[in-house]
């Protein structure tokens, strides 16, 4: 029994010679590890588009930016407002009625507004262009820091700014490079001053009236009321009239 068993085992190890695995023997405190996967080499992730890229179905064309037109150097306009004595608000000829402009009367520096004959000169302004249509000319200065318009002012042929220094309603004031009329303004501030008339003469003043009644307590008002007829050959004629 006992050779039985040994030819037993010597007839396995021939009919399995070459074709026996042996298992490898695991060690004390190892664990057996058998054959490991190769896996194929990964691809690159493929980059996503930037976030920012603008996507567009169609082609898009950006509209230009219309280029101001120029301001005409003599035009027409409409006096819409006559806000201080050297100063209008008009529209142009062409323009919308929406389209207003401040146009500083140019070579003449306008009486302060609170004295009496900065009033005179203003009343008579307003009375004399508002609503009225006048010719506007440049001289150089097409816009002042003020993004006034500085021109010279024609009603018909006479021009405003100087028919106020003939009438004493202004003096004379230039700044370069806006000087092409200053001899002739000079000349008609310096008349003005010799005859002593406008700003270059007394104030108006009032004449006191006596208010008869029945109670024989005597009450004298007075009001002013000065005014200015601005013509080619005429001259300031201030008048006073009382309240009874």
């Known amino acids: 029994m006992h050779n039985l068993r040994f030819l037993l085992i010597g007839f396995l190890t021939i009919t399995f010679a070459g ?64 806000p201080t004595a050297d100063t209008l608000e008009v529209v142009m000829q062409g323009d919308l009625l929406n389209q207003i402009y401040t146009v500083r009367l140019l070579g003449i520096k306008s009486p302060a507004p609170d004295s009496p004959w900065g009033e005179v000169a203003f009343n008579m302004l307003k009375r004399r262009l508002n609503g009225q249509v006048v010719r506007l000319v440049q001289d150089t200065t097409v816009r002042n820091a003020d993004g006034e318009l500085p021109r010279y002012v024609y009603q018909g042929d006479t021009l405003i700014n100087l028919e106020l220094l003939k009438q004493g309603l202004a003096d004379v004031s230039f700044a370069a490079p806006d000087t092409r009329l200053q001899a002739e303004f000079t000349a008609a501030a310096n008349a003005a001053r010799e005859k002593g008339i406008g700003i270059w003469g007394p104030d108006p003043t009032a004449t006191p009236t006596i208010a008869p009644t029945a109670n024989p307590t005597v009450t004298v008002t007075a009001t002013v009321s000065a005014t200015a007829i601005l013509t080619a050959t005429s001259a300031i004629s201030p008048t006073a009239t009382g309240t009874p």
């Open 19 to 82: 074709c026996t695995v042996a298992s490898p023997t695991p060690t004390p405190f190892q664990l057996y590890q058998g054959p490991t996967a190769v896996l194929p080499t990964p691809l690159p992730p493929t980059p996503l588009p930037p976030t920012n890229t603008p996507v567009m179905a169609v082609p898009w064309t950006p509209t230009p930016i219309p280029t101001p037109t120029p301001l005409p150097d003599d035009v027409l306009a409409l006096v819409a407002n006559v």
